[in-house]
């Protein structure tokens, strides 16, 4: 496969030229497979609201043409001659992150994420000066620490959410000290992360409290993700019987909102984390983390450490994602519905099985 993949080094990615975001097929040169390399036929990726947020430059920081995608599950069908971590015919997954400094404190600490020199899997620049790109593509080269193993329990394409998704959830929960079972919990926004957050925490054995802004996905909170409660954040009478109830708040809300009104809900040293990328200043005032010694807080995906251990959690707990497969030709369908809030709850493109090329 090694001499057949140097020859075929060109592949075809789904990239955004603009900031429309409009995605079309693209060709381009993937790297040389280095000593620690690891080359993916991708079979599975996820569509992330970042993947939005990024092709439509809703950062300002969007370089093209950009290749999205970071929930991937692939194949290896090549590994440079000093990889150990994986084999040719394994079933790996890769997320956001696939470079970063190795020295920093961040680094040696084993949370990479929070590694300043942090390379991204799309619309970033590599070490060899090329740019990144992500999964929506016939293949990707990738680190091996960066890549992690399918565990067998886990179907592949039922995989592919939990490499951003999953771990976004399960690494606040872990690092904050929330995994214990009995606590209260609510997520704020019922779309690809916090589906997998109602999964994980229920898992957890918490008290599962869904904030949506509408009434349209009680049912499926309650009856299919085994929420616990429903609330409406426009009802205020829901609202105020929920005062001083929770222990923490995952907020997915990928929108500017107030923030007082879900501080209210949390108990003394309840604790909000942000999820959402907002790139608008949000405010509150400070009696309402003081009165409660409130915190709030952000977190950023996860480790490799913590989402392999993820993996193993869904795996050992049974857990899957909700998930609607699309082909590649249907990706900005996808990507429009996933912006106007219409998708339960996570697309995943089957690009093994799609047509790449025009
Ligand atoms: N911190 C991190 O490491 C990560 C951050 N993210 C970010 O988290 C956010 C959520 O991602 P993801 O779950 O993929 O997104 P989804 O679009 O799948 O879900 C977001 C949910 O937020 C609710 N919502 C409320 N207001 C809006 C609005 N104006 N537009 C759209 N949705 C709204 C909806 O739930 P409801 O109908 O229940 O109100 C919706 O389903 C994004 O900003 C993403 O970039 C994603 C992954 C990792
Ligand atoms: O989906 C994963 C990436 C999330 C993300 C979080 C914060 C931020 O500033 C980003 O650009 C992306
Ligand atoms: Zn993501
Ligand atoms: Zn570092």
């Known amino acids: 496969m090694g001499s057949l993949l140097e020859a075929e080094r060109v592949v075809t990615g789904w990239a955004a030229r603009d900031p429309s975001g409009f995605l079309s097929p693209y060709s381009y040169t993937l790297r040389k497979t280095g000593p620690e390399d690891v080359v993916i036929k991708v079979l599975y990726c996820g569509v992330c609201h970042t993947d939005v947020h990024q092709a439509k430059n809703h950062l300002g920081m969007s370089k093209y043409p950009m290749v999205p995608g970071h929930e991937v599950v692939g194949e290896v069908v090549e590994v440079g001659r000093e990889v150990s971590k994986v084999r040719v015919g394994d079933v790996v997954g890769a997320g956001v992150i696939v470079g970063c400094c190795r020295e920093c404190g961040s680094c040696k600490a084993n949370i990479e994420q929070y590694c300043n020199k942090r390379i991204w899997s799309y619309n970033d620049v590599y070490t060899d000066g090329k740019p990144t790109q992500g999964g929506f593509a016939s293949a990707m080269v990738v680190d091996q620490k960066f890549v992690l193993k399918i565990p067998s329990g886990l179907a592949p394409e039922q995989a592919a959410p939990l490499l ?41 054995g918490h008290h599962v409290t869904v904030i949506s802004s509408s ?53 003394v040293d309840g604790k909000l984390i942000l999820m959402g990328v907002i790139n608008q200043p949000l405010q509150f005032v400070t009696p309402a983390v003081m009165l409660g010694r409130k915190t709030i807080s952000g977190s950023f995906i996860g480790s490799m450490d913590e989402t392999r251990e993820m993996l193993e959690f869904c795996e050992k707990k049974g857990l899957t994602s909700m998930i609607e497969m699309v082909k590649m030709e249907q990706i900005n369908e996808a990507l429009e519905r996933l912006e106007r809030n219409d998708v339960r709850y996570r697309f995943v493109v089957d690009v093994a099985g799609s047509k790449l090329d025009p």
């Open 215 to 267: 009434d349209r996905k009680r049912t499926e909170a309650m009856d299919h993700l085994g929420a616990d409660a429903y609330l409406v954040s426009s009802d205020e009478a829901q609202m105020a019987a929920a005062i001083d109830s929770l222990d923490y708040i995952i907020d997915t809300v990928p929108a500017f909102h107030p923030l007082e009104p879900y501080l209210s809900l949390l108990k």
């Open 164 to 204: 951003c998704a999953g771990v976004t959830v399960y690494s606040p929960l872990r690092h904050f000290g929330l995994t214990k079972g009995g606590l209260r919990g609510a997520i704020m926004g019922l779309g690809g992360v916090g589906h997998m957050g109602v999964k994980i925490a229920k898992a957890m």
